[in-house]
């Protein structure tokens, strides 16, 4: 392991200044379009953004009191954007450089919201390769990313205007497991819990879920000690890709991607400590093909989670116990296309959008807000290759 190291960026003061007059300007764009865009589009519209694998960032738009998704079209080009994420607050996108012949980075894109065009504001460094995953911790303006091919994460500095800062931290990892695909360590996803005191990585080379100090005045990430935190060691081949708290802040969430299975997990904050609660499949007993879990997102209420089972190409949706936070199976259902790979739960709650890699789809699924199922709206819209997905308004 290594300990996490300061980095400065000697351009860092020419990017932001850069920044922050090119946001100056587009804030303009938002006044004199922003009104526009909402009388000749739906009102009820959002922007959709989709990560491919085709060095591509895609737009669309969604009628939320429809679910029609209209095409855009490519609207960033260059890195290898995987995975996109939005700010909290701002219209502001972040894309990853998901190409493993190189150090990975993360560019920040400036969203017109007439348009829904992207315009680049900057790119920071990852400090590590394979960048696939990329949290916001809004309360210290913290951007993380998950180096899966060098299995690290790194914390990178956000400005007020949304301009990257400069990376703080890099932790990087050994381990391995018994799968092909465990030789190394290989950071899935990462997660600051409700405390902000620790961030939790999910390894899915290591099979075991790092649980890191941080500390949100410094961006700081510092490896964990015997005294403070240790990590969740998974059974063996495994695979820990994704993970999400419940709305209380104590059940825990962990997908994983190679034996397909939601682990509910209990998390003590003054420990730092992960225990084990619940272990459910996420294929039906039927399937006898290659397992795969893809990615797991709690509801806006806290009252359900939903699952991506790539292997079996479907979406799966489980209740919470409000007292224990362990799941029950509530549904299971297509995801209306081939290698679901990513999905998100819209602002308003209302819909779920499937990114569909195998088949280039991005599908539109209603969420029944009382039952917390899905029902598939017959609504898609052609994106190949799509990963990820992230909304603005």
């Given at each position: 392991m290594t300990q996490p190291l300061q980095q400065r960026n000697p351009l860092t003061r020419y990017r932001v200044a850069a920044a922050t007059a090119l946001l100056t300007v587009l804030a303009g764009v938002y006044s004199m379009h922003g009104s526009a865009a909402t009388s000749s589009e739906s009102p009820e519209a959002e922007w959709v953004y989709v990560g491919t694998q085709k060095s591509q960032i895609q737009a669309l738009r969604l009628d939320t009191s429809t679910g029609k998704l209209t095409a855009i079209g490519a609207v960033a080009q260059g890195p290898k954007s995987t995975w996109v994420a939005v700010n909290p607050q701002l219209p502001i996108l972040y894309g990853v450089d998901d190409d493993n012949a190189r150090e990975g980075s993360v560019t920040a894109y400036a969203v017109d919201r007439a348009t829904g065009a992207l315009t680049q504001v900057n790119t920071v460094n990852t400090g590590g390769n394979g960048s696939t995953y990329l949290a916001f911790d809004l309360p210290s303006m913290t951007l993380f990313s998950a180096n899966y091919a060098s299995g690290s994460v790194s914390s990178i500095t956000v400005n007020q205007d949304g301009s990257l800062g400069s990376l703080v931290s890099t932790i990087k990892e050994t381990g391995s497991g018994p799968n092909r695909r465990q030789a190394s360590a290989h950071a899935h996803s990462?997660?600051?819990?409700?405390?902000?005191?620790?961030?939790?990585?999910?390894?899915?080379?290591?099979?075991?879920?790092?649980?890191?100090?941080?500390?949100?005045?410094?961006?700081?990430?510092?490896?964990?000690?015997?005294?403070?935190?240790?990590?969740?060691?998974?059974?063996?081949?495994?695979?820990?890709?994704?993970?999400?708290?419940?709305?209380?802040?104590?059940?825990?969430?962990?997908?994983?991607?190679?034996?397909?299975?939601?682990?509910?997990?209990?998390?003590?904050?003054?420990?730092?400590?992960?225990?084990?609660?619940?272990?459910?499949p996420i294929s039906s007993p039927e399937f006898a093909g290659a397992k795969s879990g893809a990615e797991l997102a709690v509801s806006h209420d806290g009252r359900f989670v939903y699952v991506e089972d790539r292997g079996g190409n479907a979406l799966v949706v489980y209740s919470v116990n409000a007292d224990s936070g362990a799941l029950s199976l509530v549904q299971r259902t297509s995801a209306g296309g081939q290698k679901p790979w990513g999905f998100a739960i819209d602002p308003s709650g209302n819909w779920l959008l499937v990114a569909n890699q195998q088949s280039g789809t991005v599908n539109a699924f209603r969420v029944d807000p009382v039952s917390g199922m899905v029902s598939d709206s017959g609504q898609s819209a052609d994106v190949p290759t799509a990963v990820s997905v992230a909304f603005v308004k």
């Open positions: 990462v997660v600051v819990d409700p405390s902000g005191q620790y961030a939790l990585v999910p390894d899915l080379g290591a099979d075991r879920v790092f649980v890191y100090g941080f500390d949100r005045a410094t961006h700081m990430l510092s490896p964990a000690d015997e005294t403070r935190s240790q990590s969740f060691v998974v059974p063996p081949g495994s695979g820990p890709r994704h993970i999400a708290f419940g709305r209380n802040g104590q059940a825990v969430y962990l997908l994983t991607e190679l034996s397909a299975e939601i682990m509910v997990l209990r998390w003590d904050a003054s420990q730092g400590h992960l225990t084990w609660v619940q272990s459910l």
